[in-house]
């Protein structure tokens, strides 16, 4: 057994001494950030047992990164969850490895451009049906940003506005007219 002494002191542990894993800040250039999102990429990709080709270019103030596979619809998903997914996990990932946020915007077969053109069409056809009813048209179920496509699209026009109204994903798009 051990001995106890009178003026024995109880340790103090200090929080200062316990360490926490953060993300290392390194000053990277432009083609190592691509880089880097290119071997990410082909990380997850590697984990779903996809194959395919991956091509990371540098955008105003962003990344686009474009995969090309024979599984595009897996990678998509239903109404592009699947790829929304994939994209905020990508960023995540690269928030991890970086310690800063980058955005990244993730397409698959070119559904984010055919998407765009879906959701041009589809804004313009509505704007022109509440300008000849004077009706509002409230637009269910899109991801946000899809609606933020849809407001700046339609941020010029001059006789109808948008507005979102609603929260999480009750949140809901109105076409209305300009007062």
Not at 26 to 36: H, P
Not at 55 to 84: K, P
Not at 165 to 172: H, L, P, S, Y
């Amino acid at each position: 057994m051990a001995k106890k002494t009178k003026n024995a002191k109880p340790v103090k542990k200090s929080l200062k001494s316990q360490t926490v894993d953060k993300p290392v800040k390194r000053r990277l250039t432009k083609q190592t950030v691509e880089e880097t999102i290119k071997e990410l990429t082909d990380k997850l990709l590697s984990y779903m047992q996809i194959s395919g080709s991956t091509e990371v270019t540098a955008g105003q103030d962003h990344y686009n990164v474009n995969i090309t596979t024979q599984e595009s619809g897996l990678l998509i998903g239903r109404y592009g969850e699947t790829l929304n997914s994939l994209q905020l996990l990508l960023g995540v990932m690269l928030f991890k490895k970086r310690g800063e946020w980058i955005r990244v915007i993730v397409d698959v077969g070119d559904y984010r451009k055919s998407r765009q053109q879906s959701l041009s069409e589809m804004a313009q056809r509505i704007a022109g049906e509440v300008e000849a009813t004077g009706q509002p048209v409230t637009i269910p179920n899109l991801t946000p940003y899809e609606r933020r496509t849809i407001h700046m699209l339609l941020s010029q026009h001059k006789s109808v506005m948008t507005e979102s109204i609603g929260e999480g994903r009750d949140r809901r798009l109105t076409i209305k007219p300009r007062q």
